[in-house]
């Protein structure tokens, strides 16, 4: 009877692992709001798992209001390609990488918390410099980079930004060529 109690204990504890909700399903189902094509408001009572890829052209807000959200090994917790993210009060735990604005994209990551990435916090690649980027008062941990961009296509603001235990470089810039 002792062994039964323990062992349905632990599954009990081990169900909220299998939990989450997908970041990207949540997203599927946002609907517009003033000029955002898709406006999300995370459940801080929920967790999610970060497998959000965003496309096609797309302004996006997405306010965490402390919600956690779980990267998953070898992938991006959210990627964004030719599209705008504006992200605040998100907290993300591991994966590949956390944030992720990508070719032609733009986006606003103000106030979120970044821990455990395989890569970067935060990456820009190629961003849209039609649209300003701005990375600010982000608090990025554990990682093996803080903040990464490309030479000549850094965001037009970054600052404030509390990043520390990186194991290569807090601000890094890819020079290619």
Known sequence: MKYSA?????????????????LQEVFDQAG?????????????????EG??????????????????????PSQLAIG??????DIEYCVIIGGYGGIYIG???SGNI???TITGCGEAGIRTYYID???????????????DYGIFGVEEELP????????????????AQFCPG
Request: hydrophobic fraction near 35%.
């Open 156 to 171: 037009d603001y970054v600052a404030y930004n509390d990043i520390f235990n990186i194991m290569e470089i807090p601000y």
């Open 103 to 105: 070719n032609l994209s």
């Open 6 to 22: 323990t062992l349905v204990l632990t599954i009990i504890l081990s169900l909220n692992a299998f939990c989450y909700q997908s």
């Open 129 to 143: 410099r039609d649209k300003e980027t701005r990375i600010w008062n982000n608090i990025i941990t554990d990682c």
């Open 51 to 72: 497998d959000l890829q965003i496309f096609n052209g797309l302004d996006v807000y997405i306010n965490g209001n402390g919600a956690v959200i779980y990267g998953q």
């Open 32 to 48: 517009p709001y003033q000029d955002y094509d898709k406006y999300i408001e995370l459940d801080p009572l929920v967790e999610y």
């Open 80 to 85: 964004v390609y030719s599209s705008n993210l």
């Open 110 to 112: 103000i106030n979120n």
